[in-house]
Structures are given as structure tokens and as C-alpha cells.
């Protein structure tokens, strides 16, 4: 089988955000080439952010991804907030967190149950799942509806948040709307170790990946608002110095651009990357439940994502309560951010790793060059280079099986195709 010639074709891969083919091709039993082609078209927001008043990217951005927009307002402000020589500190910083947490608990909960745990458990979709595990779908929904509620909360609603600003936030919560979310965290807190201990039940392929990992690392926190960069290859730079260390490069088969090492090596950031540099930062609970689960201090198995972003789950559970029991309403809601002249740079932990954004302003805050680099982008060649090890051994596998397992290993990454662009049609040509 692995000498013929055979073509592996899906119209559209199910449970993933955004559209890509793939292309496999294979001469005498060995594998010629991995190519993930991302076909959504460009989507030029880096283009369309030159003209625009300092105080507009974070609403701008937020647009880049229903699932993920806090990650970009927190990367812009901070960014637009650098350019101008202003730190947002205290209450509003503490505010910013619960909103990004509110965020990790809604999209971490969307993939473990809606779009990962299906694989391992053997159904086409969450709703099938749901006919012999309804109470597991129900916990899924109730974690992502707490999310949800701390999104509505501090943001304004759930998608793409209204009350974000650069500076801080148009709005404080009164404490009255910010208290009910203590005892929705308590019960959220039980679900997310009952999370991890069902997660960390499925099989899992013996896979290690060899990547660079890369994240950002806080000197008290485990990382999610802000950082250094820092890397399992020894980098450790502020975020002004991100370009010095990372670039992005162009690939014919791509309409999104791959980020990679000056040397040209791949890298990978998201979940393993995060907690494999950060362990040391995760809330004794974490570290607990993560032991528990049979994760060591670093997991390089990518099928092992599932049971670190439960435990993410658990963590911003924990951080988000830490907040909301201490939580009293600043005496602002922001502080002002006057534009001057400058270059910006800001980098958060979007769910799915690292996001980069800088911004050059003029002395009346108009922006007159952005750069956005996404998580995504970022794995694309790191997911290539995952597919071409994992693909090699199963040509014996048929058509059904290969591709079941080929969508599988990509949805252990949960690529986000629309933030990349500015999944699956899997092809396999055996020669």
C-alpha cells in the first residue's frame, strides 16, 4: 500500500476555525513533502490599522477572532500603551487579567470538550458524544459559561468585549456585579479538576515533539497578561527585542506567513510551551492536579495537550477567583494615554500562545505601521514538521483511518486559521 498511488481528499475539516488543505506526498514508502495550505485569503489588518487614531487598535483587532479577542486588545493596548510611555498597573491590571482569564476558561473549554475530547472518545462531534455522555457535554458548557459571564462582566459581553480601552477600561464593574462570580469560579473550580482527572484518563500515541517551545514567562505569575519571552533554546528578552529573535517568512503554498527562528528553525508556543517553561508558576492546585494527571514538569506530547489546557482550565479558574474575592473598584476606570512619537511592543498568552503586536505612532497618535503575529502563524511550520513525523509510520493505515488520525494530530495544536490568515482538505499522493 505505501507504493501505490492513492489520493486522501476532505472538504472541510469539522472542528477547527477556518479553512486549509493538506498535502502529503510519498515516493517509495517514504514522505517527500508536508504542505499545510492555508487558502483563506489575506485579511490585511495590519494594513488597514495605518491611518487610525492610538486609541483604536484594540477594537479594531478584536475583530481578528470571535474566540480570542481579549488576546488582542491586551496585546494592543499594551503595545499602544509602550509607544507612549504609560504602565497600567494595580486594580485595572487586575482587571485585565480576570477578563483574559475569563477568556482561557471560555476557549479552553470550547476545545478540550467541543472539538478535541470527541477524538479520543471516538465520535464525529460533541453532539454525538453528548448521546452517551451528557452530563461530561453539560460540564463543558457550564465552564465555558462561566467564561462567558466574566467576559460579559468586565467586557461588556461575551464577543468581541465593548468596555476595553487603551488605558484601562471605560467602565469600572461595581463590586455588586463582580461578587456573583465568586461562587460560579467555586463551581467552576470543581469542574476544572474534574477536567483534568477525565482527560488524563484517554489514550494518548507515545509521540514526543523536538520543537523549540516558546512563551512568555512573569516573574511571579504564570503567564497570561504579560512578560519576558523566553524559549526551551535559551532566549530571554523583553518584548522589544521579540524581532530580534523571531521572524516571519513567506511560503508559496500559504496565504498566512510563517514565523520561525533567524536561523530558519521552527518553533512552537501555546499550552506545552507555556507550562513546560512556566511549571514553577502554576498555583500549588495546578501543580497538584497536574502530577495527579501523570504530566512531569514539561509535556512534549502534543496528544498531551488536551490534559495541560485542562489544566489551564483549572488555573485560570483559580486566578480568577483569587481576583474577584479581593476586588474593589478603582478610583478610574483608566488612566489617560496622551500620544507622542514612538514604536510599541506588547505580547500576551492568547489560549493558543504567544501574540505579538507592534505599533510606530506620530507625535498626534495616528498609527503609521502595525505588526501583528499571531499564535497560529507562528505553528504553522511546527505543525507541518509534526504532521511529516507522525504521518511517516501510519502509511500503512487506510484512507479512513490515516486521515481520522492526520485531523486528530492538527486539532491537537487547535489552530485558529482565521487569526493566521492576513482546515482540512487532506491530500496523500503515493508514488
Not at 523549540?212 to 519576558?228: K, M, N, W
Amino acid at each position: 500500500m505505501t507504493h501505490s498511488t492513492r489520493t486522501l481528499s476532505v472538504g472541510e475539516l469539522s472542528r477547527i476555525e477556518g479553512e486549509a488543505a493538506m498535502h502529503v506526498a510519498v515516493r517509495d514508502g517514504l514522505v517527500e513533502d508536508v504542505r499545510l495550505q492555508i487558502y483563506e485569503p489575506p485579511r490585511f489588518f495590519e494594513a488597514f490599522l495605518r491611518g487610525r487614531a492610538h486609541t483604536e487598535p484594540p477594537d479594531i483587532t478584536a475583530r481578528i477572532c470571535g474566540i480570542c479577542p481579549v488576546a488582542y486588545q491586551m496585546s494592543a493596548c499594551q503595545a499602544i500603551e509602550d509607544a507612549c510611555g504609560v504602565r497600567v498597573d494595580g486594580v485595572l491590571r487586575d482587571l485585565r487579567r480576570l477578563l483574559y482569564c475569563g477568556e482561557w476558561i471560555e476557549s479552553h473549554a470550547l476545545h478540550v470538550y467541543m472539538l478535541h475530547a470527541p477524538d479520543f472518545l471516538g465520535y464525529p462531534s460533541a453532539v454525538h458524544m453528548a448521546r452517551d455522555h451528557r452530563a461530561v457535554v453539560e460540564r463543558g458548557l457550564d465552564l465555558k459559561k462561566t467564561g462567558n459571564e466574566i467576559l460579559t462582566a468586565v467586557g461588556g459581553r461575551a464577543i468581541h468585549p465593548v468596555n476595553v480601552r487603551v488605558g484601562g477600561f471605560h467602565r469600572a464593574p461595581a463590586r455588586a456585579e463582580i461578587a456573583p462570580l465568586r461562587e460560579r469560579l467555586l463551581r467552576g473550580r470543581d469542574a476544572a479538576l474534574d477536567t483534568v482527572r477525565w482527560v488524563s484518563t484517554f489514550d494518548f500515541p507515545d509521540v514526543h515533539g523536538d520543537w523549540e517551545l516558546v512563551s512568555l514567562r512573569h516573574a511571579t505569575e504564570y503567564p497570561i497578561l504579560d512578560g519576558r519571552v523566553v524559549s526551551s533554546g535559551g532566549v530571554d528578552v523583553a518584548v522589544r527585542d521579540w524581532e530580534s529573535s523571531f521572524v516571519e517568512s513567506h511560503v508559496a503554498h500559504s496565504t498566512a506567513l510563517h514565523g520561525q527562528r533567524p536561523d530558519g528553525a521552527h518553533y512552537l508556543t501555546g499550552p506545552l510551551a507555556r507550562y513546560s517553561l512556566n511549571f514553577d508558576r502554576l498555583p500549588a492546585i495546578a501543580q497538584a492536579a497536574a502530577r495527579a494527571a501523570g504530566l512531569g514538569e514539561t509535556c512534549r506530547n502534543p496528544f498531551q495537550s488536551i490534559v495541560v489546557r485542562a489544566v489551564e482550565l483549572l488555573v485560570a479558574c483559580e486566578e480568577a477567583l483569587r481576583i474577584v474575592e479581593r476586588y474593589e473598584p478603582p478610583d478610574r476606570p483608566f488612566v489617560d494615554v496622551p500620544p507622542r512619537a514612538g514604536r510599541g511592543h506588547g505580547a500576551s498568552e492568547a489560549p493558543r500562545g504567544t501574540l505579538y503586536h507592534r505599533y510606530d505612532i506620530d507625535a498626534d497618535g495616528t498609527v503609521t505601521a502595525a505588526l501583528i503575529v499571531p499564535p497560529t502563524a507562528q505553528n504553522q511550520a511546527a505543525i507541518e514538521d509534526d504532521l511529516r513525523g507522525f504521518v511517516a509510520p501510519r502509511l500503512h493505515l487506510s484512507d479512513e483511518e490515516l486521515t481520522r488520525q492526520c485531523e486528530m494530530a492538527i486539532r491537537n495544536h487547535d489552530p485558529c486559521i482565521s487569526c493566521a490568515t492576513h482546515f482540512l482538505d487532506l491530500v496523500v499522493e503515493r508514488r
